[in-house]
């Protein structure tokens, strides 16, 4: 499975941005996704998952709950991520993973990963 990030790039704080991925080498119906991101000189982190096939349940950090929102195109073998009201805290290289079955949170969870996409947020 290669996965394919993009729409990253640079906002205002309360802006909102939508950063998609793209897959393709594998059944998109049987992937669950996970949207993760990594500020500079900080770990990479969980940002949002969603679940494969018909359960479209989804986990969400606590950081982001409420502003963010992922969601499968399956028409279009993408998963976008929906920012709203971004802070400059939300500037990170994010990037997209995917595994076969259930939805994940964690890095240990994914097998496929994309190749990232740079969010910029100034205040």
């Known amino acids: 499975v290669q996965l394919q990030a993009s729409g990253g790039g640079l906002v205002q704080a309360g802006d909102s941005l939508r950063v998609s991925c793209a897959a393709s080498g594998g059944t998109f119906a049987n992937l669950a996704f996970g949207w993760f991101r990594q500020a500079p000189g900080k770990e990479r982190e969980f940002v949002a998952s969603v679940s494969w096939r018909w359960n479209r349940d989804t986990i969400y950090s606590e950081s982001v709950k409420g502003r963010f929102t992922i969601s499968r195109n399956s028409a279009k073998d993408t998963v976008h991520l929906y920012m709203n009201g971004l802070k400059p805290e939300d500037t990170a290289i994010y990037y997209c993973?995917?595994?076969?079955?259930?939805?994940?949170?964690?890095?240990?969870?994914?097998?496929?990963w994309g190749q990232g996409t740079q969010v910029t947020v100034s205040s």
């Open positions: 993973a995917a595994r076969s079955g259930r939805i994940g949170r964690t890095e240990n969870d994914f097998v496929f």
